[in-house]
């Protein structure tokens, strides 16, 4: 119930049409994607937000729970809940996306391509006048693009589809975006589909997964490409030539997804002529696209990889060293170091209760060493955004059911209450404490599920303890 009620929430923020979750779109109004442009007032909107997310958090927890005890509960068809999601994805492609701003964003850098300009040295603001580029919303217009030339080509393809018309390329976007998320969906369903309690799992973790609906689906963010390219790596890791080529097009679509590369590397570190066929691949796909669109495009990567987002714990050690050692420096240096051995910590702690969990000790699968490298990554990364936690969502779906669920189902919950919504445009000053009050705070809550999941991670991987033997009776 609250996650059917949570994805009809997510729906009817698009059909409202603009407001403070839901930038504008310039251009014919018959072109979709199509709203009733009601112009509702901002705290009704970022309510219904707030309610769609703890609606979906709340939701998703319960019913991972109950399928962990399946004899007490009534559980829903899985081919149902993947016809749910597969139809609300399909909905919300042709409803304008809400969230955040970087669909205008994708939709500018497609533009540049298309006027003969690199979306890698120029911002929306060096297109003054451009009815796509105007759109581009504060603080972003300065900003060169940070994706990788796959992204680029389908921004630009959309840009070309799209015209002067705002709408047309977002919409475009959009049925690319709901196709990547659909074909996910598909592929897990798939693959799980001799296990009723996987198969039912998968479609919890992607397809119904309210808040992936409303963060990837409804926010078309360009990870769900990403996603979609790594999912199906991992599926087709037997032949290593696909696999390879798959990694290589989500590394160049975001470069961190590359991290999903070391499980099949790791699969394959006794077989080295295969591991150098699917590297190879991968690198010349990477390459090749890198090649095309030129060198400028490595700056902007390596700029955005020293940044720290506002619901980042490390934003909280940098305002704690500022306190007491002073304001001259970011301390960006010393928290990228720091962030990397507690990614080598949290790794090392996943794959060890990883490695326990096993019928051989050690002997992990390229999934698995996916999962922990991936969800590692993102509880230690200095920059996180609640998409980025999408990858995970799609990684745990191919491997067995655990704890682990339920910490990033909290993860991403708490961190898409931070970024309510994840624009400045639009959202009246008396809301401002969301973004300069209640975000400060749940840093402190995404610290705090940082050490739980250690030292879960830590005791579960522990020797299962033995029954103490009861005293001998008396002769």
């Not at 809940?81 to 500018?108: E, Q, T």
């Not at 696209?289 to 495009?297: K, L, M, N, S, T």
């Amino acid at each position: 119930m609250a996650i059917g009620v949570s994805i009809l929430l997510t729906i009817a923020l698009g059909v409202l049409g603009p407001s403070a979750m839901v930038p504008a779109l310039g251009g014919p109004p018959w072109q979709p994607p199509f709203s009733l442009g009601v112009e509702p007032d901002p705290h009704l909107v970022i309510a219904l937000a707030a309610a769609a997310i703890l609606l979906g958090g709340l939701g998703l927890l319960a019913a991972l729970l109950a399928l962990r005890s399946p004899g007490t509960h009534r559980l829903p068809d899985p081919r149902r809940l993947v016809a749910a999601g597969c139809l609300a994805a399909g909905i919300l492609a042709f409803l304008p996306p809400s969230g955040s701003g970087d669909h205008l964003n994708y939709a500018a850098y497609g533009r540049m391509v298309t006027l003969g300009l690199s979306p890698y040295t120029h911002g929306a603001v060096d297109l003054p006048g451009d009815p796509i580029a105007d759109a581009v919303e504060k603080p972003w217009r300065e900003e060169p693009s940070v994706y990788g030339p796959v992204a680029t080509a389908v921004q630009a393809l959309a840009s070309w589809i799209g015209g002067d018309s705002l709408r047309l390329t977002i919409f475009v976007l959009a049925l690319v975006n709901a196709a990547a998320f659909i074909a996910t969906a598909l592929l897990l369903d798939r693959f799980t589909r001799h296990d009723p309690a996987r198969r039912l799992r998968a479609a919890l973790l992607w397809t119904a997964n309210p808040l992936l609906l409303y963060q990837l689906v409804a926010g078309m963010h360009v990870d769900t490409l990403a996603i979609a390219c790594m999912v199906a790596a991992l599926l087709a890791r037997g032949r290593p030539v696909g696999a390879g080529a798959l990694l290589g097009l989500g590394v160049a679509i975001k470069v961190n997804a590359g991290l999903v590369a070391l499980g099949p590397a790791w699969e394959l570190r006794r077989r080295p002529a295969r591991l150098a066929l699917m590297a190879g691949c991968a690198v010349a796909v990477v390459i090749v696209g890198y090649a095309i669109v030129g060198p400028e495009a490595i700056g902007p990567m390596t700029r955005t990889s020293k940044s720290i987002s506002h619901a980042s714990p490390w934003k909280l050690v940098q305002g704690g060293l500022q306190t007491v050692v002073g304001t001259g420096s970011a301390y960006r240096g010393e928290i990228q170091i720091g962030s990397l051995l507690l990614l080598a910590l949290v790794a090392w702690a996943l794959l060890r209760w990883a490695a326990r969990r096993q019928p051989l000790a050690g002997e992990l699968d390229a999934p698995m060493v996916a999962v922990g490298l991936m969800v590692a990554y993102l509880f230690a990364t200095p920059y996180i955004l609640p998409w980025y936690d999408g990858l995970a969502f799609g990684l745990l779906a191919l491997v067995a059911a655990a704890t682990l669920d339920l910490f990033v189902v909290v993860h991403l919950t708490v961190l898409s209450l931070a970024y309510l919504p994840a624009r400045v445009e639009g959202v009246p000053a008396e809301l401002g404490w969301l973004s300069g009050e209640l975000r400060p705070r749940l840093a402190w809550v995404l610290l705090a599920l940082t050490v739980a999941l250690v030292v879960w991670a830590w005791r579960a991987a522990g020797p299962a303890r033995r029954p103490r033997a009861s005293a001998a009776p008396p002769p």
